[in-house]
């Protein structure tokens, strides 16, 4: 059954009380509306598959609105590589089936917002990253009479309606920190649905910067407060400029948008994250977000800042790199697991997004036209921590390598929707191994093997396993002295093939040239009316010693430290666990962290207590730091 969307009235009253600082919702008895209010169930992203959507490249479901507003935009012989090409949300939407049935569970969607309608150097705005009114939609993506304002589009609604029925979850892909460039003679002119407010060189009211362009890419200052490639830069001093942006995302989410993509965060200020991060939980407490900082890695000590203090992940360019450098340049899987044993840089590894490619680079296979190393890129991409995220056509081996294959030549048209592809049925496979194996989605992965070919390792988590070998090179036979797998017959969930462990080794591994072999062993589910997913961040441990939550209730052993509940190790910096709560449902609770030694007196954090009050079902997440 299709969802009827909130009406005007309804969002726009939401929206006023939001900005006024209160949460709408039915009138309840205080305790239960500030029940609701604080601790409103998350949505657990790490179990997603993403699949990334340029809409003007996707897919034409409404060829009546190709022309739009400016003809001259619009290119029907799809050979001007800056124009628009006739993707719109009509298309996204007869195609949900298809990616659907491919294990795609969350689509991230490229702004949709209306963007200046003319021609700078040849090129529109398809890309919508010129945006001139945040709370309209562009023409080209919706029906060729109707309306754009995003309280009367129709054609969006649709598309939030019908994926929802199936399951999926929408990602709007949101620009902060820009708007538009100058386009023959017109810079930053920005509308509230309409209305004009705001504009670069009638700068009254100081929306924005007025520094010049960015010439030094190490100052951060310059990264904050000047322009990048000429692009209007909102000043986020500006009260005003932080209500209007601040009010229009409300108001997506509002029409059942439930995760934002977030561009260019390096060149805003952290405070202004953090305030932004707030407000929109504050408003919809269950989305999720992640940001663009462009070629972020753990090496890079303010990338990893912000992703452990902004409030929300970012885009694993570190990883993407690693993997490029060993399945397209011929580098060794040292590269990658270099960059994984520094995971423990990071609050929450597992939460950051993973991806072999993007609309800013060029595609996988303008690199290395090889299918078969594309399917093991995909794969490790899919079974590696983190959550996955494939950049459109991929599954159809769609590429363009002109220049390099570089942008905009990494964002040709969709062309086959073939059901039958390797890479379609793999990632169909592996978002439900994802779904079903809590290991892939939230534990810990651990090197086994390897070599500059070879790469062997284990997804952990309390006694589900997922152990992964990834052969890039020629036929070659290893053993697995320790593979943390239970003794047994184990068959491979690629290539149908049976393997025996004995004594915890994989011994007389074969692997063909370029294959994978995937051993997956699902053990028993965290059971109860309540479900707590809990992490804490600090603890320094050693060998031998375990983190464990202990509190006043009956699951947490009633501040019997030997009855606490013991969480997983992830890595150096993160522990996590599930904790089931049936008695003590819905009811407020006290509890602290400590730590097991063996040998030694146990080690509790320094506070009092910490108190959550707990849903009375479902799941919620706790956030924590170890308190010294």
């Not at 692009?231 to 439930?258: M, P, S």
């Not at 902004?310 to 399945?327: H, N, T």
């Not at 109860?528 to 961040?537: D, L, S």
Request: hydrophobic fraction near 35%.
């Amino acid at each position: 059954m299709v969802e009827t969307p909130p009406s005007r009235a309804e969002i726009e009253a939401k929206a006023a009380s939001a900005a006024a600082g209160f949460h709408t919702a039915e009138v309840k008895p205080v305790q239960e509306a500030e029940f609701e209010f604080l601790f409103t169930r998350a949505i657990e992203f790490r179990q997603e598959t993403i699949y990334f959507i340029i809409i003007d490249r996707f897919n034409d479901g409404d060829s009546s609105n190709n022309e739009g507003p400016n003809p001259e935009l619009y290119d029907a012989t799809r050979t001007k590589w800056g124009k628009y090409w006739g993707g719109d949300l009509q298309g996204i939407i007869d195609k949900l089936d298809y990616l659907k049935g491919m294990g795609v569970t969350a689509i991230w969607i490229s702004p949709i917002f209306e963007q200046v309608e003319d021609l700078q150097f040849e090129s529109a705005a398809m890309h919508g990253y010129w945006t001139k009114d945040f709370k309209r939609i562009n023409p080209r993506f919706v029906g060729k009479d109707e309306k754009t304002s995003l309280f009367t589009c129709a054609v969006f609604d649709q598309l939030i309606a019908e994926m929802h029925a199936r399951g999926m979850k929408l990602i709007l892909d949101i620009v902060c920190n820009h708007s538009s460039p100058d386009v023959n003679g017109h810079k930053g002119e920005l509308y509230d649905d309409g209305v004009l407010i705001a504009d670069f060189y009638n700068d009254t009211n100081n929306w924005y910067h007025h520094y010049g362009e960015v010439t030094d890419w190490e100052d951060q200052w310059q990264l904050e407060n000047r322009e990048m490639s000429g692009l209007a830069d909102f000043n986020e001093n500006n009260h005003e400029f932080r209500q209007y942006i601040k009010t229009a995302i409300k108001l997506w989410l509002d029409r059942g948008v439930d995760a934002l993509r977030v561009d260019t965060v390096k060149h805003m200020p952290l405070w202004f994250w953090q305030e932004f991060t707030a407000d929109m939980r504050t408003h919809k407490p269950s989305v999720f977000m992640f940001g663009e900082w462009g070629f972020s890695k753990p090496q890079d000590r303010r990338s990893v800042h912000f992703a452990n203090q902004s409030g929300m992940s970012i885009l694993d360019f570190g990883l993407c790199d690693a993997i490029r450098a060993v399945f397209c340049k011929g580098g060794g899987f040292h590269a990658i697991e270099e960059i994984l044993a520094l995971d423990y840089l990071y609050d929450t590894a597992t939460e950051l997004i993973t991806f072999i490619d993007n609309h800013d680079m060029p595609r996988f296979q303008s690199l290395n036209t090889d299918p078969k190393m594309l399917r093991l890129a995909v794969n490790l991409m899919a079974t590696c921590r983190g959550i996955p995220c494939l950049y459109y056509g991929t599954e159809q081996y769609l590429h363009n390598d002109t220049n390099g294959g570089n942008d905009p030549h990494n964002r040709p048209m969709m062309q086959k929707w073939d059901t039958d592809t390797q890479i379609y049925k793999d990632l169909q496979l592996f978002s439900k191994l994802r779904r079903l194996n809590p290991a892939v989605s939230l534990g810990s992965q651990v090197q086994k093997y390897i070599t500059s070919d070879v790469y062997c390792y284990l997804r952990r988590y309390r006694d589900s396993r997922c152990f992964v070998a990834v052969n890039k090179g020629e036929p070659v036979t290893i053993d697995v002295e320790s593979t943390d797998l239970e003794d047994g017959e184990y068959s491979c969930l690629l290539t149908k093939r049976r393997f025996e462990v004995k004594d915890g080794k994989l011994l007389g591994l074969h692997l063909g040239a370029k294959e994978m072999v995937v051993l997956s062993y699902i053990g028993e589910r965290v059971k109860g009316k309540t479900i707590a997913r809990v992490q804490v961040n600090g603890a320094v441990t050693k060998p031998g010693e375990t983190i464990v939550v202990t509190g006043d209730c009956p699951e947490l052993g009633n501040w019997d430290l030997s009855k606490a509940y013991a969480l997983e190790y992830i890595n150096a910096n993160t522990w996590f666990g599930e904790i089931p709560f049936t008695e003590s449902a819905g009811k407020a609770i006290a509890f602290k962290y400590a730590m097991w030694r063996e040998n030694q007196e146990p080690l509790r954090e320094n506070l009092v207590c910490r108190r959550w009050i707990l849903a009375k079902e479902g799941t919620v997440k706790w956030r924590d730091t170890w308190a010294v």
